[in-house]
């Protein structure tokens, strides 16, 4: 999937390429999922696109990308979103994803 269909803002994109690099480094590291929101900001506009906390904001509340690597922020701090906060989806009978999926194959095995 491309950038260019998330966003035809460059200031967009470029905060998705920054965030994902971010999470990336911090997965593969073990830093921290937090950064400060004014170096978030320079490091987009280092890209060579105007970006401001406005257009962050803008971002968030539009772009459905930016909203699943950003998990929370504010105007001093951005919260990363990391692979340990994907979702888990549950069956009606309790029984996780996974363990479904493993169940059906058994069940098919043993026919």
């Given at each position: 999937m491309r950038l260019r269909e998330f966003s035809e803002d460059p200031g967009?994109?470029?905060?998705?390429?920054?965030?994902?690099?971010?999470?990336?480094?911090?997965?593969?590291?073990?830093?921290?999922s937090t950064?400060?929101?004014?170096?978030?900001?320079?490091?987009?506009?280092?890209?060579?696109?105007?970006f401001s906390y406005d257009a962050l904001?803008?971002?968030y509340e539009t772009n459905p990308a930016v909203k699943n690597l950003i998990s929370n922020f504010s105007k001093d701090e951005v919260t990363l979103s990391g692979e340990d906060e994907t979702d888990i989806?549950?069956?009606?009978?309790?029984?996780?994803?996974g363990d479904a999926v493993s169940g059906m194959a058994s069940r098919a095995v043993d026919i």
């Open positions: 967009v994109i470029n905060l998705i390429t920054v965030l994902n690099h971010l999470i990336n480094r911090n997965d593969e590291e073990g830093g921290s950064i400060n929101t004014g170096s978030l900001i320079n490091m987009v506009s280092n890209t060579g696109s105007m904001v803008a971002a989806s549950v069956h009606s009978d309790g029984e996780e994803s």
